[in-house]
């Protein structure tokens, strides 16, 4: 079984800030991760992923994240946040040996002030 | 390629009443998920499809609730007797193939009074 520790409820910061929003997985098994984002009263939307070689991962809009196996983390960071990434985020993790299910943490959100 | 739909987005019920809700996975999609998220928490996982099949089932999916998946390809949420617990975003997810990378959709919002 897999779980997911996201270490802040709430994230705030200034516009053209760097920031990073903190994950922490438990596994028994290889996994995958990912980021997914929502915005208010909309769906998750997918950011980045890591599935395998390179454990760092980069989304088109400016974050990133690093896969460390050592320290089961996968924090996701953004040298300069922008008002419109105010939004709630998701760490999830599955399993590698399987097609099932993603578990979720419980979100951070991040709030960026002008 | 659309997107996952659902329907309805929004739906106001009187506890006690049933509910239906219909996903619309990504076509050629086989495996497909239910989530529900409460107001400041991260989804929790309901049940999983690949194809026709009910793979798993969460213990959070309790009598009241069924999902099916007839032919593979939609799939329908149906809680009854709802109660106020109940009410919660109910979230559809798919994902195709060998890929490991999921994708949702907007998701129903349910408030039971």
């Known amino acids: 079984a897999q779980s997911v520790t996201q270490l802040d409820s709430q994230v705030p910061v200034f516009e053209e800030a760097p920031v990073e929003l903190r994950c922490n997985y438990s596994?028994?098994?290889?996994?995958?991760l990912f980021w997914y984002v929502q915005y208010p009263n909309q769906g998750l939307q997918l950011l980045l992923k890591?599935?395998?070689?390179?454990?760092l991962v980069e989304s088109i809009n400016g974050f990133e994240a690093e896969f460390n196996k050592s320290q089961t983390s996968f924090h996701l960071r953004k040298p300069s946040v922008h008002i419109s990434d105010t939004a709630e985020y998701f760490c999830?993790?599955?399993?590698?040996?399987?097609?099932?299910?993603?578990?979720f943490g419980q979100g951070t959100t991040l709030q960026v002030k002008p | 390629d659309t997107g996952v739909s659902q329907n309805p987005r929004h739906k106001i019920t009187k506890r006690g009443q049933n509910v239906t809700f219909r996903c619309d996975p990504i076509?050629?999609?086989?495996?497909l998920y239910w989530y529900r998220q409460t107001l400041g928490q991260g989804p929790e996982f309901l049940t999983y499809?690949?194809?026709?099949?009910?793979?798993?089932k969460s213990r959070l999916l309790s009598d009241r609730f069924s999902a099916e998946r007839p032919k593979g390809s939609f799939s329908t949420l149906e809680i009854q007797r709802t109660e106020q617990g109940d009410s919660a975003m109910y979230l559809c997810?798919?994902?195709?193939?060998?890929?490991?990378?999921?994708?949702f959709g907007e998701g129903s919002w349910l408030t039971v009074v």
């Open positions: 999830a993790v599955k399993g590698s040996s399987n097609t099932g299910k993603l578990i």
């Open positions: 890591y599935l395998s070689g390179s454990t």
């Open positions: 499809f690949q194809n026709e099949a009910q793979l798993e």
């Open positions: 596994s028994s098994v290889s996994v995958y």
């Open positions: 997810a798919s994902g195709g193939g060998t890929g490991n990378t999921i994708y």
């Open positions: 076509s050629e999609h086989n495996r």
